[in-house]
């Protein structure tokens, strides 16, 4: 009786300790990987084409078109590809468990001594990992998941993930690929509108790094400064090819 209180004191304490314990961690980290990738591309291909473009001697609205197709297309594919890739991920998965949960019930001494030679890679002594691993032997399920997440590696994927991807992605990039063409539908002049396409978009490429750096918990100021030197190589290089090509 006095063994069983003293464990509802200890449940007690333990729940109250999490209670009270505010986690702090980023835990939005598959949502943020999109944006970056959507924005980032976003922002430097359409400003690349842009540049080329004007670099051609071509007219404000000819950029804007060209730029506007490449934006749809480019929503599209990466959407796409950012779904197919989380799609990939979720098959995988499924394929793994399935493999695993035969193994639990083909070979379960063989899953048994993996589970064994897991907890004693955390330093767990043989005492007192044997109670742990009979166990999980008495609840297939959680030994199943004990096996995926610790053997493997893998995280159950969220069923709407492949989607939310999809989206996340073309949205961004949308947002992005705008910005470079924004002084395009104001100046007529090409050359004119393409100085002010550098300062928004390097500006914007700036507050972008900034972000991202901050949120990933990289050097904000370094993860600016990258980024915005990838976007001015982009575009220079298309407008030197171009101005080479159709000085």
Same mark, same amino acid.
């Given at each position: 009786?006095?063994?069983?209180?003293?464990?509802?004191?200890?449940?007690?304490?333990?729940?109250?300790?999490?209670?009270?314990?505010?986690?702090?961690?980023?835990?939005?980290?598959?949502?943020?990987?999109?944006?970056?990738?959507?924005?980032?591309?976003?922002?430097?291909?359409?400003?690349?084409?842009?540049?080329?473009?004007?670099?051609?001697?071509?007219?404000?609205?000819?950029?804007?078109?060209?730029?506007?197709?490449?934006?749809?297309?480019? %929503? @599209? #594919?990466?959407? =796409? &590809? /950012?779904?197919?890739?989380?799609?990939?991920?979720?098959?995988?998965?499924?394929?793994?468990?399935?493999?695993?949960?035969?193994?639990?019930?083909?070979?379960?001494?063989?899953?048994?001594?993996?589970?064994?030679?897991?907890?004693?890679?955390?330093?767990?002594?043989?005492?007192?990992?044997?109670?742990?691993?009979?166990?999980?032997?008495?609840?297939?399920?959680?030994?199943?998941?004990?096996?995926?997440?610790?053997?493997?590696?893998?995280?159950?994927?969220?069923?709407?993930?492949?989607?939310?991807?999809?989206?996340?992605? %073309? @949205? #961004?990039?949308? =947002? &992005? /690929?705008?910005?470079?063409?924004?002084?395009?539908?104001?100046?007529?002049?090409?050359?004119?509108?393409?100085?002010?396409?550098?300062?928004?978009?390097?500006?914007?490429?700036?507050?972008?790094?900034?972000?991202?750096?901050?949120?990933?918990?990289?050097?904000?100021?370094?993860?600016?400064?990258?980024?915005?030197?990838?976007?001015?190589?982009?575009?220079?290089?298309?407008?030197?090819?171009?101005?080479?090509?159709?000085?």
């Amino acid at each position: 009786m006095a063994n069983e209180e003293a464990r509802n004191s200890d449940s007690e304490k333990q729940r109250l300790l999490i209670s009270q314990h505010k986690e702090k961690h980023f835990t939005a980290g598959e949502i943020v990987r999109d944006i970056i990738i959507g924005v980032s591309d976003g922002l430097t291909v359409p400003f690349a084409l842009a540049a080329g473009l004007s670099g051609a001697n071509a007219t404000s609205s000819i950029v804007l078109t060209a730029g506007v197709a490449e934006v749809a297309a480019g %929503a @599209i #594919s990466m959407g =796409l &590809g /950012g779904y197919l890739a989380a799609k990939s991920e979720a098959d995988h998965y499924v394929r793994e468990l399935r493999r695993e949960q035969e193994e639990i019930v083909n070979v379960p001494d063989t899953e048994a001594a993996e589970v064994a030679e897991i907890l004693a890679e955390y330093g767990i002594e043989h005492h007192e990992y044997t109670p742990v691993v009979n166990a999980l032997r008495k609840n297939p399920q959680a030994w199943l998941d004990f096996m995926m997440k610790f053997e493997l590696g893998l995280e159950k994927p969220d069923p709407r993930r492949a989607l939310h991807s999809a989206l996340t992605i %073309a @949205i #961004s990039y949308i =947002l &992005g /690929g705008v910005v470079p063409l924004i002084p395009y539908m104001f100046i007529p002049k090409a050359s004119e509108a393409l100085a002010g396409s550098v300062v928004l978009t390097l500006a914007a490429l700036l507050i972008f790094g900034f972000a991202k750096g901050y949120f990933t918990g990289s050097k904000p100021f370094k993860s600016a400064f990258q980024t915005a030197l990838i976007g001015a190589i982009a575009s220079a290089a298309a407008f030197g090819m171009a101005k080479a090509i159709h000085p």
